[in-house]
């Protein structure tokens, strides 16, 4: 795909959303890392029915801290995996209270030694909460850069590195947040909405059903 075709497409999906945000509910960076953190394996909408409870009991390091694993499952028990992310957020509110007097760090070094928190986490965090240029690959946006032709790569951290080094600068901000909602929502990964899809005529994708083109 050539450089025209990538700033056409992320033209276009900047005329269709101009302000994209996260569906995840949050008011803090902190309310943000927590939610992350149980997202991995279940749906926003998931993670959300359960933040809306716990953030109204405890939102902060401190607070989530003095609820203790044994206090903070019952929140989150409806989400996978819920055992072992009570675990690594009470390990992650410690650290940051050790370390950080409580304040979510802003770089990628310090956000990558909280347990639980990888370079995908790391990434949301610092594009969503901090404003920064970073492209957090999901299964949706691995799915919708290969699909495309937009950064196609055998790994996600292919998939990231080319999408930095290919996105127009001027998309860079939230061309994370387009890549996933484009992906949940249009170009799903079993029955893509080609049809419906604003792109289709920038798409390289081989199999379109019935696109517009």
Same mark, same amino acid.
């Given at each position: 795909m050539n450089a025209a075709k990538r700033r056409a497409i992320f033209a276009r999906l900047r005329a269709a959303n101009p302000a994209p945000r996260t569906e995840l509910n949050y008011q803090s960076p902190f309310e943000l890392l927590v939610a992350v953190m149980l997202s991995a394996q279940a749906t926003d909408k998931s993670v959300n029915k359960a933040t809306t409870s716990l953030f109204r009991a405890a939102n902060t390091?401190? #607070? /989530?801290?003095?609820?203790?694993?044994?206090g903070l499952s019952p929140y989150i028990k409806s989400i996978g995996l819920y055992n072992s992310k009570a675990k690594n957020i009470i390990a992650t509110c410690r650290l940051l209270l050790e370390r950080q007097a409580g304040a979510v760090p802003s770089s990628r070094e310090e956000l990558e030694q909280l347990p639980g928190v990888g370079r995908k986490? #790391?990434?949301?965090?610092?594009?969503?909460?901090?404003?920064?240029? &970073?492209?957090?690959?999901?299964t949706h946006i691995f799915r919708v850069?290969? =699909? &495309?032709?937009?950064?196609?790569?055998?790994?996600?951290? #292919?998939?990231?590195e080319k999408l930095l %080094?290919?996105?127009?600068?001027?998309?860079? =901000?939230?061309?994370?947040h387009w890549l996933i909602l484009h992906g949940r929502y249009v170009? %799903?990964?079993?029955?893509?909405?080609?049809? #419906?899809?604003?792109?289709?005529?920038?798409?390289?994708? =081989?199999?379109?059903?019935?696109? =517009? /083109?």
């Amino acid at each position: 795909m050539n450089a025209a075709k990538r700033r056409a497409i992320f033209a276009r999906l900047r005329a269709a959303n101009p302000a994209p945000r996260t569906e995840l509910n949050y008011q803090s960076p902190f309310e943000l890392l927590v939610a992350v953190m149980l997202s991995a394996q279940a749906t926003d909408k998931s993670v959300n029915k359960a933040t809306t409870s716990l953030f109204r009991a405890a939102n902060t390091p401190a #607070a /989530i801290l003095a609820l203790g694993v044994d206090g903070l499952s019952p929140y989150i028990k409806s989400i996978g995996l819920y055992n072992s992310k009570a675990k690594n957020i009470i390990a992650t509110c410690r650290l940051l209270l050790e370390r950080q007097a409580g304040a979510v760090p802003s770089s990628r070094e310090e956000l990558e030694q909280l347990p639980g928190v990888g370079r995908k986490t #790391a990434n949301v965090i610092l594009n969503t909460a901090f404003g920064q240029a &970073t492209i957090a690959v999901d299964t949706h946006i691995f799915r919708v850069a290969n =699909r &495309t032709g937009l950064a196609p790569g055998k790994t996600v951290r #292919a998939v990231e590195e080319k999408l930095l %080094k290919f996105v127009p600068a001027e998309f860079l =901000r939230d061309a994370h947040h387009w890549l996933i909602l484009h992906g949940r929502y249009v170009c %799903k990964a079993r029955n893509p909405a080609c049809p #419906a899809c604003h792109i289709a005529d920038l798409c390289e994708y =081989r199999h379109k059903s019935h696109a =517009r /083109i």
